[in-house]
């Protein structure tokens, strides 16, 4: 009956790789920082075949060992670091001239045209009780912009958690002041994911620069606004309840986090009561309602974070199943289709997924 929903859903189902590669009039070069399993590479690879353009991921950046030979085994960079630190490779200062190192990167390279990434979020997130506004990793979003000052690539996407605007430092506006100098027209703002299409409540802030055109992201929610937000079943009511291989394998749940589990299921609820919480949470005022909590089918998913196997750090409990969710389900609802490969090691590590 909507069209538009079941052709991303047979897009998130398939198991056929899109022919990306293949010859366009237009290529473009890109390069993904703080890459993950290539999230972001993904929606610029979709982008560019809805336009007719190809886009070449040519150069990716990650430390994480277990998501290299993910990123690599789905989109083939030209070059993957790994071995060095971002911050190794490029300088500090913003507004230094180009050192020996960075010359030296871009010869390697070559010509970049989009950049993309997403710098380490922890450190801006809300769930953050520790380093939240003021962790030293935050200044890794300004990295973004050094690159950019290296490569000069024509549009530079940056995401993160909307919390990242109100980070002590101003990285956020620290970036873009610096890419407005480099001569870039730039646009910050939040985009709800539910809102476009995605199977969560998902508000992420975006940052984008460009040397050719003034970017709106508000005008791009309302160009992709859904007519019906997309629910937990929507994404995942195909997927079995056994299936094969670690993709699809359930967490083993404490004795403790089973009987929470059960309890939810018996009384018919979505909140477990305080009285069923641990110690910890009933001793003290706490606002998160949500964690320990069951995901409601018809409605879209809760933010996924990278604990959505463990009870109690969200709501993460399936609608109709007494477990946690699997990887398959995560990836579901964080938009990652079905063809899109994970290495056993990085499903057997935590189950990060971007």
């Not at 045209?113 to 979003?141: A, E, W």
């Not at 996924?304 to 609802?333: D, K, W």
Request: aromatic share 8%.
């Amino acid at each position: 009956s909507e069209p538009r929903s079941a052709f991303d859903l047979s897009w998130l189902r398939s198991n056929r790789r899109p022919r990306y590669g293949q010859e366009r009039d237009r290529t473009l070069r890109m390069a993904d920082l703080f890459c993950g399993v290539g999230g972001l590479t993904l929606g610029a690879l979709e982008a560019g075949r809805a336009m007719g353009i190809r886009i070449d991921p040519v150069f990716a950046a990650d430390t994480d060992p277990y998501v290299e030979d993910s990123y690599r085994s789905n989109f083939e960079p030209s070059h993957f670091e790994r071995a060095r630190p971002l911050e190794d490779l490029l300088a500090e200062e913003l507004d230094l001239p180009l050192t020996t190192s960075e010359r030296k990167l871009s010869r390697r390279i070559g010509e970049i045209d989009v950049l993309v990434g997403g710098p380490p979020c922890q450190g801006h997130s809300n769930l953050n009780n520790h380093t939240r506004r003021n962790d030293p990793k935050n200044l890794l979003y300004e990295r973004m912009a050094r690159f950019a000052k290296v490569f000069e690539p024509r549009h530079v996407i940056i995401e993160n958690v909307h919390g990242a605007l109100h980070d002590r430092g101003r990285v956020v506006q620290r970036t873009g002041a610096h890419l407005s100098s480099l001569g870039y027209h730039v646009d910050i703002a939040i985009l709800h994911g539910q809102l476009i299409g995605l199977p969560q409540t998902r508000h992420r802030m975006f940052l984008v620069a460009s040397k050719t055109v003034q970017p709106d992201i508000s005008h791009w929610e309302d160009l992709h606004r859904v007519d019906k937000l997309r629910s937990f079943d929507w994404a995942c009511e195909d997927l079995p309840e056994h299936g094969e291989g670690v993709l699809d394998k359930v967490t083993e749940s404490s004795e403790e986090t089973k009987r929470r589990i059960d309890y939810l299921f018996d009384n018919d609820l979505y909140e477990l009561p305080n009285a069923e919480r641990p110690v910890c949470h009933r001793r003290k005022k706490h606002t998160y309602v949500s964690v320990y909590g069951r995901i409601r089918p018809n409605q879209p998913a809760p933010t996924m974070t990278t604990g959505f196997t463990v009870m109690g750090q969200g709501r993460f409990v399936h609608p109709t199943r007494p477990r946690t969710l699997t990887p398959h389900e995560g990836a579901r609802i964080q938009f990652l289709p079905d063809w899109l490969g994970f290495p056993e090691d990085l499903l057997r590590q935590d189950y990060r997924l971007l």
